[in-house]
């Protein structure tokens, strides 16, 4: 296992969660990061990624809600998730890859994957 995802759960609409992502081996801030999240039936989206260098990057439909983050120190994946809305609802998985200069929002890109957590928003 290379990446654990955990802080999933069920939040009003407008509440705030915040995930976490636990990389193990060789996967640390030097790999480009990202967040996707998937609805049962539908096709896997991108909704925040962040660079070596920090630069970070969000999807329209997250942008000013969501904050991805990463701890250095104790090489740990965040992303804050403020005003959760009920369409936020779904698996949300942690993704890396080492090969990336620039984090993108593209599935195929990401070689290594959490298992996912559960976000619930009623």
């Known amino acids: 296992v290379q990446l654990v995802e955990s802080g999933g759960g069920s939040e009003q609409e407008g509440g705030s969660l915040t995930l976490s992502c636990t990389p193990s081996?060789?996967?640390?801030?030097?790999?480009?990061m990202g967040w996707f999240r998937q609805v049962s039936g539908k096709r896997r989206e991108g909704v925040a990624a962040i660079d070596p260098d920090g630069t970070t990057r969000y999807a329209d439909s997250v942008k000013g809600r969501f904050t991805i983050s990463h701890d250095g120190a104790k090489n740990l994946l965040f992303l804050r998730m403020d005003t959760l809305k009920p369409e936020d609802t779904a698996k949300y998985y942690c993704?890396?890859?080492?090969?990336?200069?620039?984090?993108?929002?593209?599935?195929?890109?990401?070689?290594?994957w959490g298992q996912g957590t559960q976000v619930t928003v009623s």
């Open positions: 993704a890396a890859d080492p090969r990336l200069v620039t984090a993108t929002f593209w599935e195929a890109d990401h070689g290594y």
């Open positions: 081996g060789h996967i640390d801030s030097t790999y480009c």
